[in-house]
């Protein structure tokens, strides 16, 4: 399985320099929705990595997908948020909460 970045332009330059091959430079969410939907049918993706901003702004469109969205710190850092997503995925994941 493959991981793909969906980010603008500072993200996916610094997972290209890493090595990485499936990396989709996008300029706004509707971009980065239509491209996280197209890697969500490939079988060859198995986890998608996105900035929070862009994960904010598609939440909602991309909540009932088949991969595993992973959503980091843009340039900008990290947003504050009132739960951790990590926190929470690991509490529907293991059924214990992280302190």
């Known amino acids: 399985m493959k991981i793909a970045v969906v980010g603008d332009l500072d993200m996916t330059m610094g997972f ?3 090595g990485l091959e499936d990396v989709y430079e996008v300029k706004n969410a ?3 929705l ?6 969500d049918n490939r079988a060859d993706i198995g986890l998608i990595i996105t900035t ?7 939440r909602d469109s991309i909540s009932n997908l088949k991969k595993f969205i992973v959503e980091i710190p843009d340039k900008n850092g990290a947003i504050v948020r009132e739960h951790d997503p990590v926190k929470t995925l690991v509490r529907k994941a ?3 909460e992280l302190k």
Not at 34 to 39: A, D, P, S
Not at 52 to 58: A, F, P, S
């Open 30 to 32: 509707e971009d980065a």
């Open 16 to 18: 290209r320099l890493a």
């Open 94 to 96: 293991v059924g214990v």
């Open 52 to 58: 929070e901003r862009l994960g904010e702004e598609i």
């Open 34 to 39: 239509n491209t996280i939907r197209e890697l």
